[in-house]
């Protein structure tokens, strides 16, 4: 068993713990709404924020607040054209593929297309005629009437906070779709709720976001899986769910360790929802963190929903300071902070991670976490090892940027949009002179330099280029 222990407090985060943000209902008309499965109905709501940035407070004098529906404008506005290489991860996209036994999911025979990846988490789809399409990414199914071009990215629902307003609550991710809207007949959008024990008394809506006030809008049909809409026009839209009952969510546990140079072990453990929009959130805060994390790869869905309300207790064997013991489960995609549970060990060990449910005793989710999953390899601890010895501060010189440049060649486009995050502006500005690869990759190296300032360091270069190829690691290994 565990044993209670005082955990710490981060500005990005905070250790778990009960309670939900409640509205004013004023802005919505729910009049005519309908129940899951039947034709829906009317609407009507709020409105939103941009996707990285805190919601401004909603005006207080009935109407709606401007500074959501025009930060949705401006997201839209700051997507870029930025393809990556076909092999990129997109790391703050952590896909968790669905398990429930209870749903007993429809086989669906939709085309199943994988989307290119562009910079800042967007997805772009090529579709060449009209059908039904599944994105294998994503889980959105797109029904079209002809030829399109498909551009969309999940969002954070912690900013849309403020139009989210009981009864009516999250059913699945936030997307921003952008397309010609004539092309798009409908939008399957999936969701995280199990209604294997019940969906009689649910009511599916869309929250759509518009720069002129957000609305919730009627659902034609909901599967197991998915909640389908008829397109009306795009930006930011999710499902949301009224029920009159108990809600059962597919779960997930997803891991991180602290990365430091004390012996000790300490984790993150986050329950969620398995929601794109939430994992997203998670895997931001983690990233914004003071401290440095690395995610622990282990199965994350839990084996049986995770219902609201109802309490949880993480356990550790052998034992562990976890702190708090026991949370009670809620959905937190509205919330900016993101609830976790602290696990410190003072000796590295092998050791289990059991989530139970306190009225049943039933485990909903383990797993085994052994020295190898944290442990990196040889190379990366000597980069590591010398870093603690001031070598990660060594600056860029010229001599560097040229061997390195020189070593590039060809590829220097897709680096410094997949791994160095330069502007496009700034890579047609060296196009356009029409030098060599060497040159033209010196100078974007340079770009990357000015760009970084006093972090354009021989350790951050390594960081960003060191999955390109072995030869590159080793050009940056020597520079270290």
Known sequence: MSRGAVASESSDDHIASSGEKDFPSSNLDTSKDSKSGDDSSSESSAESDSDNEEPETAKTNGELGESSAEGASCQAEEWENKELPTHHVN???IKIEPHCEHCNAENKHNEQVTPRLLSRGQFLLKLDSEGIYECTETG????????????????????????????????????DVKCDPAALTSIEFPHFLCLGHHDANMTFKVLHVQSSGASLECTVDHSASHVKWHVSSLSPVGPVIQSEGALFHHGAVILYKVVDQNPSLSFRVYVVTNNNSFVQDIFTSVKKSAKKFMKIDKPPVCQKPLQSGKKYRLISEPEADITPEEIEFMDGSLLKLKSYIEVYLEQPTEFKLLLVEVDSDEIVWKAKLRECDWVQDD?????????TRGEANTPLTEAHLITLAGKLGKEWIKIAIAKLDLDISVIDAIREKKESDTISTFKML????????????VQNLYNCLKDVSVEIQDVLEGFL
């Open 91 to 93: 790391a703050e996209f």
């Open 140 to 175: 959105l199914i797109f029904e079209v009437n002809r030829k399109v071009d498909i551009k969309y990215c999940v969002l954070s629902w912690s900013k849309y906070a403020d139009l989210v307003v009981k009864p009516w609550v999250v059913g699945g991710p936030l997307f």
């Open 379 to 387: 190379k990366s601890q000597n980069i590591s090892k010398s870093s």
């Open 446 to 457: 340079q770009k990357w330099q000015e760009k970084e300032q006093s972090n354009a360091t």
